[in-house]
């Protein structure tokens, strides 16, 4: 019998090919999924930064109230803890600062932010990792000394 010998691919090969798709395959799969989790802890990260800010401004262990606004910075007031405060965005931070005390950074990796004070609210814009966020927190404003009506 005379076979002709046609080219084209063995068995072994094709197995061979076969079994390097399938491993490039998973090694994509387990590369997008990596990224993936690295994505949401980001973004998870970012939204617990936010409301644990959020929750030192308006926490009634300060119990802030605004005070007025001094050179792109607020001044805040704080009655239980008799002391004046500064909030300011400064280094890519959202910084909140006592008088004549250290800081403390309540946001960090800023991209870019914004504080407005229309009364009552303050408005917080500001982005994290190009997610924008915009959030309002409500506060009292200073009374002075003479304005309360003490029984």
């Not at 980001?42 to 005070?67: I, K």
């Not at 004070?117 to 997610?131: E, I, Q």
């Amino acid at each position: 019998m005379n076979c002709k010998n046609s080219a084209g691919f063995t068995l072994v090969e094709t197995l061979i090919a076969l079994m390097i798709d399938i491993l490039v395959i998973i090694l994509l799969a387990n590369f997008y999924s990596d990224r993936q989790t690295e994505a949401h802890s980001l973004r998870f990260s970012d939204q617990f930064q936010v409301a644990t800010a959020l929750a030192t401004l308006q926490g009634d262990q300060l119990s802030l109230e605004y005070a007025g606004e001094n050179q792109k910075q607020l001044l805040l007031y704080s009655p239980t803890k008799k002391m004046e405060y500064t909030l300011k965005i400064t280094d890519h931070k959202l910084v909140m600062q006592g008088k004549n005390q250290g800081y403390m950074p309540l946001l960090y990796d800023l991209q870019e932010g914004k504080l407005t004070y229309h009364a009552p609210y303050l408005d917080l814009k500001f982005s994290l990792h190009d997610v924008v966020f915009h959030e309002k927190i409500c506060f009292r404003t200073k009374v002075k000394k003479g304005d309360r009506n003490e029984e």
